[in-house]
């Protein structure tokens, strides 16, 4: 289909292996209890992917401050749990959101997959090692890049490594909320590139099929593992993009550059459904084009966020962490510059002025609360 067709046709539905999403948008993980099962089975209700987000999602059990993993493990079993039951009858599909920097990774994989979610969405760094946590699993291994570099070295090594390919690849692009997988200073010039990246992205996957499918001619005695639909004849890896997608047209102008799926996080959070406090949705809501910006995460990468008293704190000086769970693997309580966990668990509890506000670069869009049905009824019209 030409350039200008695809850009005012329908969205077409979306195959991941057997996983029929009727309406290719993702809904982004967003973490520290941004995006739970109300969010995720509400997206997911629309015919989209809901996509929890796994990071520090027991905050809120009793337990939390004692036994943080045990916490986290429970809740996170029962948020996808809950999302699958809410979103059953729409047939749903839900995801969890795995950053590859938390502590305990190959738990939160082996967990999710035990309470049955549908697709495992990992970044954060490369999820080089993911395959291997969960042999011949069903659920769907989907990586988060930010280059066709990226694209090409995950591929190449999880077809060496575990005779598999990702399921589908998001591609996450500088305009993202959270963190960043570019350096501060490679942020416009790859925004500047970001259609050009999808395009180069698309040839990778393209590259990587063609690799698997000399490899299952090789290997054409051996019978192909229904686990592994990378090795059946045809072999598709669905390209998700995201990054500053907010508007219908912007989903048509993705499609048309080679994405099969968008996702998005900045526009659901201020839903009636998104799990965030009240106060987290209407920072964005009260949020300007200026008062959105890069900040340095103690996670050692770029990442955005709204300017407000947190964030002004942070850039005075070092606020030292009192405790610390060792929640992610690089980071150095002696020297962080401050606890990330306790801000965003600050945030999305409601105490914006001590807390960090990831968003999205178009978070000062939105001027009121919508429903997920509302926001997905205008992409899809
Ligand atoms: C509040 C917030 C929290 C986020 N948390 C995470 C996270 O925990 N893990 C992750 O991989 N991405 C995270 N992201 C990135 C999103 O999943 C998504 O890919 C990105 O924000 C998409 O761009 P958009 O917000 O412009 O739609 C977060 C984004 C936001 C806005």
Redesign the pocket.
Known sequence: MNKQRLESAKLPPLKIGDLEIKVPI???????G??MSSLASAVASCGGVG?I???QIGFMEDDFQKHAMEANIRALKRNITDAIKKSADAGGAIGV???CAVSHYEDYVKASIEAGVHMI????GLPMGLPGICPGTATKLIP?VSSARATGLIIKTWLKRYNRLPDAV?F??P?????LGFKAEELESSQENFYQTIEEIKAEIQKGIESAKIETLKDSHEEASTAMPALAKDISIPLIV?????TKEDIHKAMAHGADG????????TTEECD?HPN?KQAYIDSTKENIVIVQSPVGMPG?AVNNDFVKKTMAGRIPPKTCNGCITHCKPDTTPYCITLA?IN?AKGDVDNGL???????YREDRIKTVKEIFDELTS
């Open positions: 993702f809904q982004g993980g967003m973490g520290i941004i995006s996509v987000s796994a990071a959101n795995i950053m969405i990992s970044g954060a988060i998001v996450e692009g305009e993202a909320g959270g963190h995201a990054g500053g997608i907010y968008v996702q998005m996080s900045t526009r659901f959070v965030a987290f955005r965003l945030a506000i990831f968003c999205g670069s178009n978070a």
